[in-house]
């Protein structure tokens, strides 16, 4: 018996599914009942700010594995841009409700500005009967690529954004 049998026995033993033990207060609470992106850009969040929950992300982050890993030696004339934040995210998000119709979203602590009458209605909604998931991913910001007129990796800065996913279980 080799091993990829090995594995394969242990497959044909009958595991209890978790889900079907489950009673349907909890099955429901697994599902998703919404889930959106919304890009601070969406918010009109002032630029500045933008920059200043980036800044923030990155020195809160305990990996900082910046241009995902990769150096100016290892960017070839099929190598595309990549970003120096890409990897940057946070879980600290917080939607605090004024009124109806109206929440801010702070990052990080930071007041990055107030959803849309829309969103602030929809996330008002699900926040008062659902779990909610949300992240931030720094996008934009400082990037390298490769320049084929200096035949090298060159350093470039886009304006910062970020993008939050948002999920209500």
């Known amino acids: 018996m080799g091993l990829f049998d090995f594995f394969k026995k242990k497959d044909d033993k ?6 079907e033990s489950t009673d349907a207060t909890e099955s429901a609470q697994e599902t998703i009942q919404y889930e959106t992106k919304i890009t601070a850009r969406e918010i009109k969040a002032d630029p500045v700010t933008i920059k200043e929950i980036v800044e923030k992300m990155v020195e809160e982050d305990p990996f900082k594995r910046f241009y995902n890993g990769k150096t100016a030696e290892d960017f070839t004339p099929l ?3 990549i970003y120096k934040y890409d990897n940057i995210t946070t879980v600290n998000v917080d939607f605090v409700h004024k009124e109806k119709g109206r929440t801010l979203v702070t990052i990080e602590g930071i007041p990055l500005g107030f959803l849309t009458e ?6 008002q909604q699900y926040h008062s009967k659902y779990l909610l998931t949300a992240y931030v991913y ?13 035949e090298a990796a ?13 999920q209500f279980t």
């Open 154 to 166: 060159v350093e470039k800065e886009a304006p910062y954004g970020l993008d939050m996913y948002i």
């Open 138 to 150: 720094a996008t934009d910001g400082p990037y390298m690529e490769y320049d084929t007129e200096t």
């Open 79 to 81: 190598t595309s841009r």
């Open 118 to 123: 829309e969103q602030a209605d929809t996330i």
């Open 14 to 19: 009958k595991t209890p599914n978790v889900a």
